[in-house]
C-alpha cells in the first residue's frame, strides 16, 4: 500500500540515503534560517557570497569569483556592478597581466563583510553545537573532497 | 599583500573553513556531473528530483512534495504539469481527506525512475570510491542531522 507521510518520516525513501540528495537537503536546511537573517538586513545571498569570497584581501578574476561565489556569471556581472556603485567593491588591473582585471574588496566592503563573517560563525556553532569537534573536523574534510570529485565522472 | 589565486588554492580563506560554503560548494561540485548526464537524456533537474522523490510508490501533497524534492511550487506546478501530460505522474485524492490531492508516479514513471535511480547509484559510487564505510555512514548521519537544524538559529 502506498505510503501517505511527510518527508522527515520518509524512512527507506531512495532520497533518504542518496548522497548528492542529502548534501542538497542539508545545504538548504542549514542556509536557510542565515539567508533570511541577511535578507532582513537587506543583503541578498550574491551579494554575501561575494563578499565572503573576497574576504579578507583575495583578489579573483571573474572567473574564479564565480567558481567561488557559485554564481552565475549574468548574476555574477549584475552584483558587481551593484557592490561597485555601493563602494563595496572594487575592479583593479592584475599585476600578472595588465589586460586582466581583479575584483577586491574595499575597506568599506571588509568592514561589512567582516561583521556578517561573525554573525555567520555564530550560526555555524549554532548548528553545529550537539557535535563533537572530531566530528565536524571529518566532516568538513570530507565537503572539501567532495567539491572536486566530479571530475571523470559518468 | 593581496593573493592573485584560483579558488582550490585559496587556502586560509574564510569560506575554506565555513560550513555552510563547504556544503554549497560540495552539493554543486558533486551533482555536476550527473547532472549533465541528465540533460543529455533530456531530464531536467526537477523532473528528476520529483521522480526520485515519489519513487517507488509514495503519495506526497504538493507542499510535501516540495520540499522533498526541494523546487519553489512555482516550479513544482509547472513541471507537474509537464509531467502529468507525459503521463509520468498522475494526481490522486487523498484516502485520509477527500479534498486533498496527492500526487504518486504512473508505471511508466516508476520505470524511468528506476533507471534513473541506477545511474544515480552508479554516481555516488564513483564520487565516494575513496571513502571507507564508516566515512560514507558517518557523513550521511550528520547531512541528515544538518537538513532540519536550522530551526531556531538565530
Known sequence: MPSETNPPDQAGAFTDDYLLYLLA????????AFHAELAK?????????ILASLYPDFRLNVGALAEQSLLKQPTLTRTLDRLTKSELVRRVHSAADRRGVLVELTQKGRTLAAEKIEKARAHEAFILKNH?????????????NLRFCSAGAA
Open 41 to 49: 538586513d537587506g543583503i541578498a545571498v550574491s551579494t554575501w557570497r
Open 132 to 144: 563533537s569537534k572530531s566530528e565536524i573536523t571529518a566532516l568538513k574534510a570530507m565537503l572539501r
Open 25 to 32: 537537503q542539508a545545504s538548504a536546511g542549514a542556509s536557510q
